[in-house]
């Protein structure tokens, strides 16, 4: 078992650990970004004005995972929808339910913030995305659906 999980928004003392799990995340997922691109993720997300925000699960004091999540005008009602744009635990904290709870939480925050809905990749927007979600999704046990709130 394991310590007690902190889930909180970015802070800016953050950036080395997310920088390293981003690296992680991106080699895991084959993806190659410039450091530039990367660079201006991280400046969004601390952005207040931004639309783009992260949540970051912590075990003990370690950075174990983050969610990247959006929010936007809805098209299917009268307050925003929140988007989960990227999902990532550590190799070592698969399987701990760092995932789950990190969807878990971004449920509440939208609950909490009063937005419609919160949307993540089915298999069919990963196999039209071209990305590998549905692996990460398997292997954490839990599937990308729409959650009405």
């Given at each position: ?14 950036e ?6 981003w ?20 400046t969004r ?7 783009v ?11 174990a995972?983050f ?5 936007h005008?809805?098209?299917?009602s ?10 990532y ?61």
């Amino acid at each position: 078992m394991f310590m007690p999980m902190e889930i909180r928004d970015a802070q800016p003392g953050d950036e080395a650990a997310w920088q390293h799990l981003w690296h992680d995340y991106l080699t895991f997922y084959k993806v190659d970004l410039p450091d530039e691109v990367t660079r201006h993720t991280w400046t969004r997300i601390l952005d207040p004005s931004s639309r783009v925000a992260m949540r970051l699960a912590f075990v003990d004091g370690e950075m174990a995972g983050f969610a990247i999540h959006h929010f936007h005008d809805s098209t299917w009602s009268m307050t925003p929808d929140c988007y989960l744009e990227d999902l990532y635990v550590d190799e070592r904290f698969r399987g701990r339910g760092i995932g789950r709870a990190l969807i878990n939480d971004l449920i509440a925050l939208a609950k909490a913030k009063g937005w419609s809905r919160l949307y993540w990749h089915t298999d069919r927007d990963n196999a039209t995305a071209r990305k590998l979600y549905d692996t990460y999704a398997e292997e954490d046990g839990h599937v990308r659906y729409r959650v009405r709130l």
